[in-house]
């Protein structure tokens, strides 16, 4: 395997605070502050939507279940979208294009719960909009008339009690209803769809908790789409979500960093409270490699949303392959790269600390410490540029405020999702000067997908 090498500096800081830097100019630092603590370690970002083979209405045994377990696999979202005929969904044929999608559905659901994972279950994929139902097709409230809706939840709400689903559910109201492929009517009357299919819920399974919107955009105080949704919600007691959602997918979209903050001025203009976020979908295909997710992971974490993986397959594809953490080939799965940089991930117990990203926003990290064990990870997002990380606090870890330290630092490496790259690079030790409790580490990264962990040992305090 030819790769180029990460070349990992320490720069001594002098007393006045400047560095002396070798190789390549940092286009940026992003901080990790071991004495600051947010609060225990989660694996916020280790769910994803869909990714589980369907398997009648029980749980899936096909793909080994290491690679679920190793990764702290603990949310998954899933309606059976993209079934074939007969099983299309609610909007075509009633019961009968309804009740294939539901198994794939409770088979999800089991799989999920396996894991101990929490479900959230996707009520515009039963219905059948999952994307492209054409203008034709149904749409709840068509003409004024809920009689179908109802009908429909209803019936839902019937099956989740009978095969015991109650456990770990999320009711996610509707997927992306800014998006005409999701749903081909006028905002007017989603709205009206949100308020009515929320009210319904609340009476049939007041105990369940109720995600959205799940839009596509993030939010953003000017987009009409948001404005008129928190409108909607605000004051509506039960009408407001348990947990609020939304999307965080590709490259031209502001990143959680800002959306977050700025759903929060909404939310407080609006006198909306503040509750649990899902970030139920993130990264476009090209954002799914080690680099992105750990700037995902980063921001998630920081934040304390919990994120799922958005996922690419389509058709079968879909229900496979955990949103492309594993691949088969002839009926053996796989971990690809990205699954290295998960699995490491879940090794990250004890406190997460306070860190922060890049003045430009395009570099983050992700730590834990354990005992006196500090773990970081680190990413960009898709950029092959320079980055500092600067670790202050050692002291908590038991080091000295000044004198060297052993730093282990790995690789993760990508080649496409149908590709084991094999266990992160142990780029071995390197030993580092720092002073004034700090510590700082330049990473090259030799692609825009690589991502790093370092590994620092303190001493017994
Ligand atoms: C990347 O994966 C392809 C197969 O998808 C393989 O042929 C190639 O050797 C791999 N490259 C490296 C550097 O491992
Ligand atoms: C759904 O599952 C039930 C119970 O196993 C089964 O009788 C029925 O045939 C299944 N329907 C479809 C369309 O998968
Ligand atoms: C704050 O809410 C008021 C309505 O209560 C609205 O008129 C105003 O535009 C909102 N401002 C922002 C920044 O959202
Ligand atoms: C990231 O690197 C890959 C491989 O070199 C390249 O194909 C891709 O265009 C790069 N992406 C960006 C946004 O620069």
């Given at each position: 395997m030819k790769l180029a090498v990460l070349r990992t500096f320490i720069c001594a800081l002098t007393t006045t605070g400047v560095t002396g830097l070798l190789g390549q100019r940092s286009s940026g630092t992003a901080t990790v502050n071991l004495a600051e603590s947010i609060g225990d370690a989660k694996f916020l970002a280790s769910g994803f939507i869909y990714g589980w083979p369907d398997n009648?209405?029980?749980?899936?045994?096909?793909?080994?279940?290491?690679?679920?377990?190793?990764?702290?696999?603990?949310?998954?979202?899933?309606?059976?979208?993209q079934l074939p005929d007969p099983s299309k969904g609610w909007a075509f044929g009633g019961y009968e294009g309804y009740i294939g999608r539901f198994n794939s559905t409770l088979s999800n659901y089991l799989t999920t719960r396996k894991f101990g994972g929490d479900f959230i279950l996707l009520v515009h994929d039963l219905w059948g909009?999952?994307?492209?139902?054409?203008?034709?097709?149904?749409?709840?409230?068509?003409?004024?008339?809920?009689?179908?809706?109802?009908?429909?939840?209803n019936q839902l709400v019937s099956d989740i009690q009978a095969n015991n689903m109650?456990?770990?559910?999320?009711?996610?109201?509707w997927n992306e209803p800014e998006l005409e492929i999701f749903w081909a009517r006028t905002w007017e009357q989603y709205l009206k769809y949100y308020v009515h299919a929320t009210e319904l819920f609340r009476i049939e399974l007041p105990n369940t908790l109720i995600s959205g919107p799940s839009m596509a955009h993030s939010p953003s105080l000017d987009r009409e789409t948001?404005?008129?949704?928190?409108?909607?919600?605000?004051g509506k007691g039960n009408i407001i979500p348990d947990i609020y959602s939304w999307h965080q997918i590709g490259g031209w979209e502001r990143e959680p960093e800002r959306t977050i903050p700025e759903f929060d001025v909404f939310r407080a203009n609006y006198s909306l409270p503040d509750r649990p976020l899902d970030i139920n979908e993130y990264a476009w295909p090209s954002e799914q490699n080690p680099a992105n997710s750990v700037f995902f992971i980063a921001q998630c974490e920081r934040h304390n949303a919990r994120c799922l993986r958005a996922n690419w397959g389509s058709g079968s594809g879909l229900h496979d392959d955990m949103a492309n953490l594993v691949?088969?080939?002839?009926?053996?799965?796989?971990?690809?790269g990205e699954w290295y940089l998960y699995k490491y991930y879940a090794g990250m117990i004890g406190n997460r600390v306070a860190t922060s990203i890049s003045s430009d926003l395009l570099f983050d990290v992700f730590a834990t410490v354990s005992d006196t064990t500090a773990k970081?990870?680190?990413?960009?997002?898709?950029?092959?540029?320079?980055?500092?990380?600067?670790?202050?606090?050692?002291?908590?870890?038991?080091?000295?405020?000044?004198?060297?330290?052993?730093?282990?630092?790995y690789r993760f490496d990508w080649n496409g999702s149908l590709a084991d790259t094999g266990s992160p690079v142990d780029l071995g030790i390197t030993q580092y000067e720092y002073n004034s409790n700090l510590l700082k580490i330049t990473v090259e990264p030799p692609s825009n997908s690589t991502a790093f962990a370092f590994e620092i040992h303190g001493k017994g305090v």
């Amino acid at each position: 395997m030819k790769l180029a090498v990460l070349r990992t500096f320490i720069c001594a800081l002098t007393t006045t605070g400047v560095t002396g830097l070798l190789g390549q100019r940092s286009s940026g630092t992003a901080t990790v502050n071991l004495a600051e603590s947010i609060g225990d370690a989660k694996f916020l970002a280790s769910g994803f939507i869909y990714g589980w083979p369907d398997n009648g209405v029980n749980a899936d045994n096909s793909i080994p279940e290491n690679f679920a377990s190793d990764i702290k696999f603990n949310s998954c979202r899933a309606g059976g979208a993209q079934l074939p005929d007969p099983s299309k969904g609610w909007a075509f044929g009633g019961y009968e294009g309804y009740i294939g999608r539901f198994n794939s559905t409770l088979s999800n659901y089991l799989t999920t719960r396996k894991f101990g994972g929490d479900f959230i279950l996707l009520v515009h994929d039963l219905w059948g909009a999952d994307g492209g139902s054409g203008n034709d097709a149904l749409f709840p409230g068509d003409n004024e008339d809920w009689t179908e809706v109802d009908a429909f939840i209803n019936q839902l709400v019937s099956d989740i009690q009978a095969n015991n689903m109650l456990d770990g559910l999320v009711i996610d109201i509707w997927n992306e209803p800014e998006l005409e492929i999701f749903w081909a009517r006028t905002w007017e009357q989603y709205l009206k769809y949100y308020v009515h299919a929320t009210e319904l819920f609340r009476i049939e399974l007041p105990n369940t908790l109720i995600s959205g919107p799940s839009m596509a955009h993030s939010p953003s105080l000017d987009r009409e789409t948001w404005r008129t949704w928190v409108e909607t919600v605000s004051g509506k007691g039960n009408i407001i979500p348990d947990i609020y959602s939304w999307h965080q997918i590709g490259g031209w979209e502001r990143e959680p960093e800002r959306t977050i903050p700025e759903f929060d001025v909404f939310r407080a203009n609006y006198s909306l409270p503040d509750r649990p976020l899902d970030i139920n979908e993130y990264a476009w295909p090209s954002e799914q490699n080690p680099a992105n997710s750990v700037f995902f992971i980063a921001q998630c974490e920081r934040h304390n949303a919990r994120c799922l993986r958005a996922n690419w397959g389509s058709g079968s594809g879909l229900h496979d392959d955990m949103a492309n953490l594993v691949f088969s080939v002839d009926g053996t799965y796989h971990p690809n790269g990205e699954w290295y940089l998960y699995k490491y991930y879940a090794g990250m117990i004890g406190n997460r600390v306070a860190t922060s990203i890049s003045s430009d926003l395009l570099f983050d990290v992700f730590a834990t410490v354990s005992d006196t064990t500090a773990k970081v990870i680190a990413g960009t997002r898709t950029v092959k540029s320079t980055y500092d990380i600067e670790i202050s606090g050692l002291d908590t870890i038991g080091l000295p405020q000044e004198g060297s330290v052993d730093v282990q630092a790995y690789r993760f490496d990508w080649n496409g999702s149908l590709a084991d790259t094999g266990s992160p690079v142990d780029l071995g030790i390197t030993q580092y000067e720092y002073n004034s409790n700090l510590l700082k580490i330049t990473v090259e990264p030799p692609s825009n997908s690589t991502a790093f962990a370092f590994e620092i040992h303190g001493k017994g305090v």
